[in-house]
């Protein structure tokens, strides 16, 4: 016998990456660490950034990386070149980290060392201004990344992967004398899609407010602390 | 084309939900999705990407119907809703503020489906009887 039938669902298309993410971050909340999940197109300096950024941090903080790339390792040895453990995750043809491939990565790193030892786990996702703004990793936060070469218009082109993120960064702010850029348009524009995120300036090559950038990272780490103390608050989630 | 991943996992809850109703067969006619406008999803590149993933499979020939829904926002100012745009920067064409509460446009749904079921056959019971022993069929969190 047919009938005809309808089931409503409700349910989230992507659900079964929601699943997974979730399930990556009950671990990093069990562990009591911090992820970050930091996305850009390719070239805003993302690697530049966390070079500079896990050797200051690194002093006071234990951290690993992820490294999320389509083809190559050369992200991941430079990272490694610092002296934190960095497992590359070779996403092939897929433009973006998805939760499975983050919870691969995280055994790999299992097998070097005890998550529960590290304070921060930062993901690099794949260079791309797109799809890394709709498949959650399991992070707490996501950081996203623009260069002043890039030009003002793109929070307003890409303005999910703006929208989604927490943090954003203007990047290579040293190179402004040679642009004609207005920096000022750039961070209207990003507040104009998500009022409520940090927005700050920086240059990994002049060090120019790497300080506020390393006090925002410094106090999310503080927070995920609190939060996942025994009796404390529940886990942070992204908004 | 983040399409195909996104097709990979609705193919993954569609399996899921089938499960629901075994050991009777659900046959698809046609997924209904709402993908809304604020999002990076092209909805004719996930329909082609599910007419290729469907092909051979136990929902080939099904349709995905997609219901795409419009960016709205609620002027943080004077709570009036408006259509952002890119070309008005996103900002509330009433009170000239930057977009701070989204009403409608992050959808990214699966609503319903259209189906109906057979009974099964012998062959089709025990197959599923097999599988439902399987518990590597059903989707499970990978474990770290």
Redesign the interface.
């Known amino acids: 016998m047919h009938m005809p039938l309808e089931d409503t669902l409700g349910l989230n298309l992507l659900a079964a990456n929601d699943h997974q993410a979730d399930h990556n971050r009950e671990h990093f909340d069990a562990w009591r660490l911090l992820c970050l999940n930091v996305m850009s197109s390719p070239g805003a300096g993302k690697t530049s950034l966390l070079e500079q950024t896990l050797t200051v941090l690194s002093a006071d903080l234990a951290m690993a990386v992820l490294e999320g790339d389509m083809t190559t390792q050369l992200d991941a040895e430079r990272l490694e070149a610092v002296g934190v453990p960095v497992v590359p995750i070779t996403t092939g043809r897929a433009c973006h980290l998805d939760a499975a491939m983050v919870s691969g990565g995280l055994k790999l790193l299992r097998q070097r060392l005890d998550p529960a030892s590290l304070d921060l786990l930062w993901v690099e996702n794949v260079g791309n201004l797109v799809c890394p703004a709709e498949f959650a990793v399991g992070e707490h936060r996501k950081v996203a990344l623009l260069s002043v070469t890039e030009g003002d218009d793109k929070p307003l082109k890409y303005p999910v992967m703006f929208r989604e993120a927490d943090c954003v960064l203007i990047t290579k702010t040293d190179l402004l004398p040679y642009l004609p850029v207005d920096i000022d348009k750039i961070e209207t524009h990003i507040r104009q899609v998500n009022p409520r995120c940090t927005v700050l300036r920086v240059s990994a090559s002049s060090g120019e407010g790497l300080e506020a950038w390393h006090r925002w990272v410094r106090l999310q780490v503080q927070q995920q602390l609190v939060r996942t103390a025994p009796g404390g608050a529940p886990a942070l989630v992204t908004a | 084309?983040?399409e195909v991943?996104?097709t990979?996992?609705?193919l993954?809850?569609m399996q899921e939900?089938s499960q629901q109703h075994a050991p009777q067969r659900?046959?698809v006619?046609r997924v209904h999705?709402q993908?809304g406008t604020?999002?990076?999803?092209e909805p004719d590149q996930l329909v082609f990407t599910w007419r290729a993933a469907v092909k051979g499979s136990w929902l080939d020939g099904s349709e995905l119907a997609i219901e795409s829904i419009p960016l709205v926002g609620r002027c943080?100012c004077c709570s009036s809703t408006y259509l952002p745009s890119?070309e008005a920067?996103?900002?509330s064409p009433c009170c000239d503020q930057?977009?701070?509460e989204?009403v409608s446009g992050r959808e990214?749904?699966?609503?319903?489906?259209?189906?109906?079921?057979?009974?099964p056959s012998p062959a089709d019971t025990r197959r599923l009887e097999s599988r439902r022993t399987d518990s590597s069929l059903t989707?499970q969190?990978?474990e770290?």
């Open positions: 084309m983040h991943d996104m990979k996992c609705l993954l809850s939900w659900p046959s006619q999705l993908v604020f999002t990076c999803v943080v890119a920067g996103y900002r930057p977009m701070e989204i990214l749904k699966i609503r319903s489906v259209d189906y109906s079921l057979s009974e989707p969190p990978v770290i």
